[in-house]
C-alpha cells in the first residue's frame, strides 16, 4: 500500500483546484461556493477531498475565519498555474470548434499562389487572426495527388482528372485567350479562331499547357497544320516573352492578373471556344482541421467575385449551360 509520501496526485481534480483558489481569494466558504454555483457544505467537500489527496490541510479553519495553511500558500501557486493552463486550452478548444484558430495547408500553382491566394488569405485572417494559412506552390499536374496524399488540407487549381480520393467543386470557368503584345499582329483581331493560328509562333507554359494546346488545336481539323508551341516551364516565362513580341501565348484569361502589367493585349479564342474550369480540391475520405473547413467555405464565393471583376466580357461562376469545351 502506498503512504501519503507516495500517493498519487493524478486523482487531484480541477474542481477541487477551483475551491481551493476561490475560498483562499474570499476567506469564505459561502462566498466561494456563490462564486462558484455550489452550497457551502459542496465546497468544503472539494477542498477535504483535496487536503486527502495531497496528503496536507491547505487552510487552517475555525469557528470565526479561515486562512491558508503555511503547506497552503506554498501550494496555492501551483493550483492557480493550473487552472490558467486549463482556461487556455478550453479557449483554444472554442476557438478550434468554432474555426477561429489552427493550421491550414493550401496549394495552388503559380498564377493563383502568388497573385491571388495572398489577398484572400489577407481578408480571411481580418475575421480569424489566429487562423495560420500556409502557401505551397503546388505544379497544376499534381494538385490532386498532394491532397490525396494528405499533403494539403485544400488546393485551388485548373481541373484534373478524378480521383476517388478528392472532391472538386468549380470556383470559376475561364475562356482561353491569346495573350500577345500591343503591337503583334494578332493584336489588331477583336476574336480569333485556332485556326488563325496557323503559321503564328506561340509559346506556352508548362507540360499541362502544352497538352491543352494540342488537344484544343487538334479539335478542329483546320488546326492541323499549327505551329507546335515552345514549351517553357513557369506562365511567368511566357508572358515575358509575349511581352517582349517574340511570341504570343494562349493560356486562360485569368492569368490577366500578371498580364495585364506587362502591357500584354488579351484577344479572344473561339470556335472552338476553350473553357478552363478552376476548382476547389479536398479531400473525400479525411476530415481536415476547422480552420480548413472555414477557409474553403470563405474561399469559393471570395474567388468567384475576384474573378467576376477580373473577367474580360461574362460571368465566369459555373454555368449550368452545356460546356462546348474544356481541358
Not at 8 to 31: D, G, H, K, M, Y
Not at 67 to 79: E, I, K, M, N, V
Not at 156 to 172: L, M, N
Not at 202 to 230: C, F, I, K, W, Y
Amino acid at each position: 500500500m502506498l503512504n501519503n509520501d507516495d500517493m498519487p496526485l493524478s486523482r487531484i481534480t480541477i474542481r477541487q483546484f477551483e475551491a481551493l483558489v476561490a475560498v483562499a481569494e474570499t476567506l469564505s466558504f459561502s462566498a466561494a461556493g456563490e462564486r462558484l454555483g455550489l452550497t457551502s457544505s459542496a465546497v468544503s467537500q472539494l477542498v477535504s477531498e483535496l487536503e486527502s489527496t495531497a496528503g496536507f490541510r491547505v487552510f487552517d479553519r475555525s469557528t470565526r475565519r479561515v486562512a491558508l495553511s503555511s503547506a497552503g500558500r506554498d501550494f496555492l501557486g501551483f493550483a492557480q498555474s493550473v487552472l490558467r493552463h486549463v482556461q487556455l486550452a478550453e479557449t483554444a478548444a472554442a476557438d478550434v470548434r468554432n474555426r477561429a484558430a489552427g493550421v491550414v495547408r493550401i496549394g495552388a500553382p503559380l498564377v493563383l499562389a502568388s497573385a491571388v491566394l495572398p489577398a484572400a488569405v489577407r481578408e480571411f485572417r481580418r475575421q480569424r487572426p489566429n487562423v495560420a494559412i500556409h502557401i505551397r506552390d503546388v505544379t497544376v499536374e499534381l494538385t490532386v495527388d498532394r491532397v490525396a496524399a494528405g499533403d494539403l488540407d485544400l488546393a485551388v487549381g485548373p481541373d484534373r482528372p478524378p480521383d476517388p480520393a478528392v472532391s472538386a467543386e468549380t470556383i470559376f470557368q475561364s475562356p482561353w485567350v491569346l495573350w500577345c503584345a500591343p503591337d503583334h499582329p494578332m493584336a489588331a483581331r477583336k476574336t480569333l479562331r485556332w485556326d488563325d493560328l496557323r503559321g503564328i509562333t506561340l509559346v506556352a507554359a508548362s507540360r499541362d499547357h502544352e497538352v491543352s494546346v494540342a488537344q484544343m488545336r487538334h479539335s478542329d481539323p483546320g488546326t492541323s497544320s499549327t505551329t507546335s508551341p515552345q514549351i517553357v516551364e513557369n506562365i511567368t516565362t511566357a508572358l515575358g516573352i509575349a511581352a517582349q513580341g517574340l511570341a504570343a501565348t494562349p493560356a486562360p484569361a485569368y492569368v490577366g492578373v500578371l498580364a495585364r502589367p506587362l502591357g500584354l493585349t488579351m484577344r479572344r479564342i473561339t470556335k472552338p471556344e476553350t473553357v478552363r474550369e478552376v476548382c476547389l480540391y479536398r479531400p473525400a475520405r479525411r476530415s481536415i482541421p476547422p480552420a480548413a473547413e472555414a477557409f474553403g467555405e470563405f474561399l469559393i464565393p471570395w474567388i468567384r467575385n475576384w474573378s467576376a471583376e477580373t473577367s474580360p466580357s461574362k460571368p465566369s461562376a459555373p454555368s449550368s449551360r452545356p460546356r462546348r469545351k474544356r481541358y
